[in-house]
């Protein structure tokens, strides 16, 4: 075991984890800490960073701003030093590029020098009273061991795809996240099939349906969900992604929890107004005069297994349209899956499974400050988008992780280095919070009809 105890060690290097690295590096108190990625360099989603497409929060959901709009790593300062702060200014957009939003996680991460990069996980222990964490290099094999008190586990999710698939995954059937690197090929096919209808489905087939004109290949687009739904948006909803709903959210019982969450699907997972207005601008214009688009759209349609065409080339997709039950075949050269991403517990925890509390359907207990709930363990592991079920809708969104973050430092820390200070927002989300604010009472403490005065 190496001699060297650190505070911390973080396991993967996301946004989140890298907004952790950052607030340590400026925090005003020592914070012995290192971040460990099993990849070469950073880069974010780097299969989907396309042409033309924004993150879909504000640039102040950078790494920092929102916990510390002074930290010398938040997205303006990047600006500055790139010396394109003018150049933004009469941009004029709230809404960045994707692909500036990985430069400027690039330039981060290029100046942490806590950051350690080709450091695959593939145990952590607890030896002594604190964590051991085992890594090899993916390249050379070469295996380091790091020891902290505390653990941060912020993998991220992984792409989804349905078991059935699996068998013709490769170079014509791909998830979304590598369409990057197969975009030349589906620009030389005949027919192009993207299944899915979420944010990465819609910039797939916008990106596809823009570039339509100048190639001659059939475009598809077949969705599940009941139809091409566009992500709830608009200022007043916006107020649930503040810290004061995840307070909010994590005080309600498991039921209302579970139940809440099925029906905000399309606060975090639909398609946002500006892909959906291009997809049905390019729809529109190539439809002018005599024009018939090579095009097709179908939701409430299940794709439940794909088959490789071998004499033919291509694959048959059978579908099924779950409202009528109907099913049918469809081929296509390239099918796009865009079928999501998904969390799975990680195999490196499995030395620690028996000291990890779970809820009744097998799901990690995690605690309103984001740490594990353990049975005996001296040190905490804190946990990055990993706690939906939990803390509600906010768990992935950027503009929460430095809150997240700034909770995380706190406790490791253990002193308030940052203030995770509540959002000040027009809407009350607890009956509680509106009594107190507005004068109101409680029906168990108000008269009797006939007693008021």
């Given at each position: 075991m190496t001699d060297?105890?650190?505070?911390?060690?973080?396991?993967?290097?996301?946004?989140?984890?890298?907004?952790?690295?950052?607030?340590?590096?400026?925090?005003?108190?020592?914070?012995?800490?290192?971040?460990?990625?099993?990849?070469?360099?950073?880069?974010?989603?780097?299969?989907?960073?396309?042409?033309?497409?924004?993150?879909?929060v504000p640039f102040l959901a950078d790494l920092v701003t929102m916990a510390d709009p002074s930290n010398p790593y938040s997205y303006l300062s990047y600006l500055h030093d790139r010396d394109r702060l003018y150049e933004f200014y009469f941009y004029e957009e709230f809404f960045i590029p994707r692909r500036e939003y990985n430069d400027y996680c690039r330039w981060v991460a290029d100046?942490?020098?806590?950051?350690?990069?080709?450091?695959?996980?593939?145990?952590?222990?607890?030896?002594?009273?604190?964590?051991?964490?085992?890594?090899?290099?993916?390249?050379t094999g070469e295996r380091t061991s790091y020891a902290a008190e505390n653990v941060v586990m912020g993998i991220g999710t992984q792409r989804h795809v349905p078991d059935q698939f699996e068998d013709v995954l490769g170079?014509?059937?791909?998830?979304?996240?590598?369409?990057?690197?197969?975009?030349?090929?589906?620009?030389?096919?005949?027919?192009v099939t993207v299944v899915g209808s979420g944010q990465s489905a819609a910039e797939v087939v916008r990106d596809l349906?823009?570039?339509?004109?100048?190639?001659?290949?059939?475009?598809?687009?077949?969705?599940?969900?009941?139809?091409?739904?566009?992500?709830?948006?608009?200022k007043l909803g916006h107020m649930v992604y503040t810290p004061d709903y995840i307070g909010y959210f994590y005080d309600l019982d498991r039921e209302t929890k579970d139940e809440l969450l099925g029906s905000q699907d399309l606060l975090y997972k639909g398609i946002d107004e500006r892909t959906s207005a291009r997809i049905y601008d390019a729809?529109?214009?190539?439809?002018?005069?005599?024009?018939?688009?090579?095009?097709?759209?179908?939701?409430?349609?299940?794709?439940?297994?794909?088959?490789?065409?071998?004499?033919?080339?291509g694959y048959r997709m059978i579908c099924r349209q779950c409202q009528e039950d109907e099913r049918f075949l469809h081929d296509s050269e390239v099918v796009v899956l865009g079928?999501?991403?998904?969390?799975?517990?990680?195999?490196?925890?499995?030395?620690?499974?028996?000291?990890?509390?779970?809820?009744?359907q097998g799901r990690l207990e995690i605690t309103r400050d984001f740490r594990f709930v353990t049975d005996g363990l001296d040190g905490e592991i804190f946990v990055q988008n990993a706690e939906l079920h939990t803390h509600g809708i906010n768990a992935p969104d950027l503009g929460l992780g430095p809150y997240r973050n700034a909770t995380i430092v706190n406790a490791v820390a253990?002193?308030?280095?940052?203030?995770?200070?509540?959002?000040?927002?027009?809407?009350?989300?607890?009956?509680?919070?509106?009594?107190?604010?507005?004068?109101?009472?409680?029906?168990?403490?108000?008269p009797r009809v006939g007693d008021e005065d």
């Open positions: 060297r105890v650190r505070n911390v060690v973080g396991i993967g290097i996301g946004p989140f984890n890298l907004g952790l690295a950052a607030l340590v590096d400026d925090a005003p108190a020592d914070v012995d800490a290192v971040f460990l990625e099993q990849e070469p360099e950073f880069n974010w989603h780097e299969g989907m960073l396309i042409e033309e497409t924004t993150l879909e100046q942490l020098p806590s950051l350690a990069f080709d450091r695959r996980v593939t145990d952590v222990r607890e030896e002594g009273g604190v964590f051991v964490v085992e890594t090899v290099d993916p390249g170079g014509d059937v791909f998830h979304s996240a590598s369409y990057l690197h197969n975009r030349e090929r589906c620009l030389e096919a005949d027919s349906l823009e570039r339509q004109p100048d190639h001659d290949y059939g475009l598809d687009w077949i969705t599940r969900s009941r139809g091409f739904f566009q992500m709830a948006d608009g729809l529109y214009r190539n439809s002018i005069g005599d024009a018939d688009p090579d095009v097709g759209l179908l939701a409430a349609t299940e794709v439940t297994d794909i088959e490789s065409r071998e004499s033919r080339g079928t999501g991403y998904a969390r799975s517990d990680p195999p490196f925890l499995a030395p620690l499974e028996d000291r990890l509390r779970r809820d009744g253990s002193e308030e280095l940052y203030e995770p200070a509540s959002a000040d927002v027009f809407q009350s989300f607890a009956a509680g919070d509106f009594v107190a604010d507005r004068g109101a009472r409680r029906l168990s403490d108000a």
